[in-house]
Structures are given as C-alpha cells and as structure tokens.
C-alpha cells in the first residue's frame, strides 16, 4: 500500500502532463494536401532510395507470423492452416505496396514539393548515389558505435553511482 501512495504522485504528474498536450496538438494545423506531383516526387524519391525492399516481404510475413498464431491456438487445425497460408498470402500479394503510398504521403506532407523535386535531382547526383550506398553502412556502423559508447559508460554511471553511496557509507 504504501509504495502505491508513493507511485501516486508521479502518475497523476502523468496524467496532467498528458491531459496538458492534449490542446497543443489539438492547435496543430493539419498538413497541407499533398499535390499528385509531391506524391509522385516522393515515390520516386522511395523508389531510388530502394524503400520497397524494406516491406516487399511484409505481405508473406505477416500471413507467417499469423499462420504460426493460429496453429499455436488451434494445434488441431495446422494441416489446414499450412495450406490455407499461401491461399491468403495469394490473395493479400501487392498489399505491401499500401506501404509505399502510405510512406510517399508522409513525405509529400513533410516536405514542400519543390523540396521533393530538389530531392529527386539531389539523390540522382553523384554524391546523392554515394549517399543511397554509403548511408546503410554509416548507419549501422553508427548504431554499433553508440552501443559500445553506452555499454563502456554505463560502467562509468554505475562507477558514479557507487562513489556517491560509499559517501553515505553503503556498498553497492
């Protein structure tokens, strides 16, 4: 009871802080109509990007990853189900492409379609084709970088934290 008096406190401070961005984002203008021609430069922007290989799987995936959940709640049903998957995956193929819409009107809404255009010149340059096949790499030797910056000074907070509590006289 008493260290849910304590968590009190701090979920009504939640509470209120949400309840309090409520109106902010309520205020927030809605994004302008995207124009055919944003969307169009924004799918070929996805396109020279090579964003469908992010998703050309999601359709199979998924009738997979549902198939699997199926036969785990239904054991008794797994030779149906195994050939009732490719019936559905058959019948949902190209719904992945839903995807690249969806993500072509995120762009078309985030950026103004002069800017999408000047992508498309941009990502067409010579520099902008190293960017498309250098940026994965940077990316992902960026990722392993931060994790061992976080896992070598996560010893040096948990360094901190034991000098502060042998100053109070306790060992941790």
Known sequence: MKSVLRLLPAATLAVGLAFSAVPAIA????????TPAAIAAAKEILQIKNAGA??????????????IALTQQNLN????????????????????????DGMAQIYA??????ELKDLVVFYKSPLGKKLIEAEPRAIGLSMAFMNSWAQN?????????????????KEI
């Open 153 to 169: 000074f996560s010893e040096t907070v948990m360094g901190a934290f034991r000098a502060e509590m042998r100053k109070r006289g």
């Open 27 to 34: 205020q927030q203008a809605a994004p302008p109509k995207a």
């Open 109 to 114: 809404s985030e950026f103004t379609e002069q």
């Open 77 to 100: 049903y797994q030779k149906d189900l195994n050939e009732v998957a490719p019936i559905v995956a058959q019948q949902l193929a190209g719904r992945q492409n839903e995807i690249g």
């Open 54 to 67: 992010m998703y050309a799987g999601a359709v199979p995936g998924l009738v997979e990853k549902t198939k």
